[in-house]
């Protein structure tokens, strides 16, 4: 091989990497600016009614403590992907990642095994930290608890009524 074509072919190869690494970079940045997903569909037969921010009222009557107003108690598509996944037998004893192309991570456990999934734990945002905890019992969901921080500290609970979360009465 000539000197000269060996230069070609090793200039060429350089121009070629570096075109593949820049649009790699230029695409990841583009991702990287869209993050945050747009916002779940609310499901037309289930109205999603947020919990209200309260304070104190005039009148005396007992509030809700400092709670988030972005808090849906309808049935999000996140709890239909839950109750679809439930219907399925128990094949272990965790399931980590169940809708990997979903824009959420929910995992299953099963603490008693031949008992079925009791527990299932989701992050909303895919940032490793989870945002609530669900207890099932009998392959039905119960009991929804939320960390409105994102801090793992869960500091609000829900029961599941009539296809719906229900905010728990202290």
Known sequence: MKFK???????????????????SCVWLLSRSGSSNPPPAAADPGQPDQPIKSTRPTQT????????????????????????????????????????????????????TPGQGWNRAKIDLNRNGKWDEKITIENGQLTKRQVATRDDENYDIEFRWRGGQWALKQK
């Open 5 to 23: 074509t060996f230069i070609a072919l090793v200039v060429s190869g350089i121009l070629i990497v570096g075109v593949v690494l820049g649009g």
């Open 60 to 111: 005396g009557q007992p509030t809700i403590p400092n709670v988030n107003a972005d808090i849906p108690t309808g049935a999000r598509p996140v709890d239909q992907d839950i109750l679809t996944f439930l219907q399925q037998p128990a094949n272990g004893d965790k399931v980590k990642d169940a809708f990997p192309g979903k824009s959420y991570k929910v995992s299953f456990y099963q603490d």
